[in-house]
């Protein structure tokens, strides 16, 4: 087996060969720039962990497909900067900024189909439930995304309607990562459903998470300016359960900070964390992450695998709660 350290080393050297010496370079500058600024690597790292469950190989017909996850996210990452038209990415300026928005929705277009050119070096006798699998994950992004920015025009949403959107937008991706590695290294089937219900359920921890950094997270180690969710009256978990446990009069006041713009960041960002703190719901988030994330270690229990090659998964699972970005 890998260590975690071997396989961060592995997607490292991966994402350095993502150099694409053709042209137009204004097509695949922005693409090579995502891929060398970083980021957690999140959904390729859990693929080898999940592989590496039950395969002591990574061959290129696992590092390839891993790698287009991590392609197809940074492609939806491109995309959603403009959408929530922010700033910078991982310290540095989104790739609309950098160039503009033309670019980046083209070389966005450009990542997505890398992805499924990637995703083509899968072993054969697998190809098509990969395939399926992508093909089936990238839609249920987009549906999330859609009712992500639906959910910003409405006055309210339910906790259920929130749980959906994410894990249409996020959960769904980490679910596939976990699924496609354990395809990948020749899981049976059993084994596949739960890893992926494991990796459902820590998106969805991973997901709140992100919420609560969002709005209570170190803005330099972070990597992008604190409260956009907030200014944007994103449907966050924080901003649901705040509305659920708002009286009259706090539901009026978060009312009137809600419709305060860019103009008055500063004070609404303020205001709202504030209202956050006596409601409750800050501790509220912490507590529920928590419990999402039990969920998924019990979901990867019911997969059948020797415990002693579960741990760097679930040492894993732990440093993507316990996080400051």
Not at 38 to 50: F, Q, S, T, V
Request: glycine residues 6%; contains cysteine.
């Amino acid at each position: 087996m890998y260590t975690l350290e071997e396989i961060d080393r592995i997607l490292e050297n991966c994402a350095k060969l993502q150099h694409v010496d053709r042209e137009p370079r204004n097509l695949y500058e922005p693409l090579e720039y995502m891929m060398s600024i970083g980021g957690k690597r999140i959904r390729p790292k859990l693929c080898l962990l999940a592989c590496n469950l039950v395969s002591d190989d990574l061959p290129d017909s696992v590092l390839f497909p891993a790698m287009a996850l991590e392609i197809f996210h940074e492609f939806t990452l491109i995309h959603d900067d403009i959408m929530d038209r922010s700033d910078t990415r991982r310290g540095n300026p989104t790739v609309y900024r950098k160039w503009n928005e033309e670019i980046a929705i083209l070389s966005g277009d450009a990542m997505s189909i890398l992805a499924y050119k990637y995703l083509s070096h899968a072993p054969q006798e697998v190809l098509p439930q990969a395939l399926a699998l992508f093909s089936t994950t990238a839609m249920q992004v987009c549906e999330g995304q859609q009712y992500d920015m639906d959910f910003e025009q409405m006055p309210f949403i339910t906790m259920d309607d929130y749980l959906g959107m994410i894990g249409l937008k996020t959960a769904v991706l980490l679910a596939c990562s976990a699924k496609m590695g354990a395809l990948l290294g020749g899981a049976p089937e059993e084994a596949c459903r739960a890893l992926y219900e494991f990796g459902y359920q820590l998106g969805i921890a991973f997901q709140i998470t992100d919420d609560y950094l969002d709005t209570f997270g170190n803005e330099k180690v972070f990597g992008k300016r604190i409260g956009g969710d907030i200014v944007n009256n994103k449907k966050t978990w924080l901003l649901v359960e705040c509305i659920r446990r708002a009286d009259a009069a706090h539901k009026k006041d978060l009312d009137n900070l809600m419709q305060l713009g860019e103009d008055h960041r500063d004070q609404k960002i303020e205001a709202v964390r504030n209202l956050y703190i006596e409601l409750g719901v800050k501790e509220a988030a912490e507590a529920e992450i928590l419990t999402w994330h039990k969920k998924a270690i019990s979901a990867l229990a019911t997969a059948d695998i020797e415990p002693e090659r579960t741990g760097n998964l679930l040492q894993f699972a732990e440093q993507l709660i316990h996080r400051e970005k």
